[in-house]
């Protein structure tokens, strides 16, 4: 691994657990510069108090959409950082936005949880 690459990594290490992201359910590495992520995008907490099931779901769904936002962009602009290339199996980005990849068992449910798509390595 380069010097550089080190770097980077430990500074990813860094921001993931600052951004309360679960770091055992996504594999990560960086090579020449480039980060690669895969596996499951998920936060360790998230907090969003409503009466209705759905509201609360929709909410949190929000809250997941800016935190990946906002750490896709801390990553890119680490020091030394050439390209973020993300392989999730729960999130997808389409057109610059990114959008959960839901099976419409989830949605129908109001996010009751379904882990039929999620590889089995990341569990």
């Keep these: 691994m380069l010097k550089e690459d080190f770097f980077i990594h430990s500074s990813v290490r860094r921001i993931l657990v600052r951004s309360n ?7 990560f590495g960086t ?8 596996g499951l995008f998920q936060l360790t907490r998230v907090y969003v108090y ?25 990553v890119r602009e680490l020091p030394g ?8 199996v729960n999130w997808n980005k389409e057109k610059g936005q990114w959008r959960p990849m839901e099976s419409k068992k989830k ?16 569990e």
């Design 21 to 27: 992201i679960d770091s055992t359910k996504i594999e």
């Design 31 to 38: 090579v020449r510069g480039v980060v690669y992520f895969r």
């Design 50 to 74: 409503d009466d209705d099931e759905l509201n609360r779901y929709l909410k949190s769904q929000d809250f997941i959409r800016k935190t990946l936002t906002s750490f896709e962009k801390k």
């Design 81 to 88: 950082v050439k390209d973020v290339v993300f392989q999730l």
């Design 107 to 122: 949605v129908q449910g109001y996010g009751q949880e379904d882990d039929s798509n999620v590889s089995k390595d990341f």
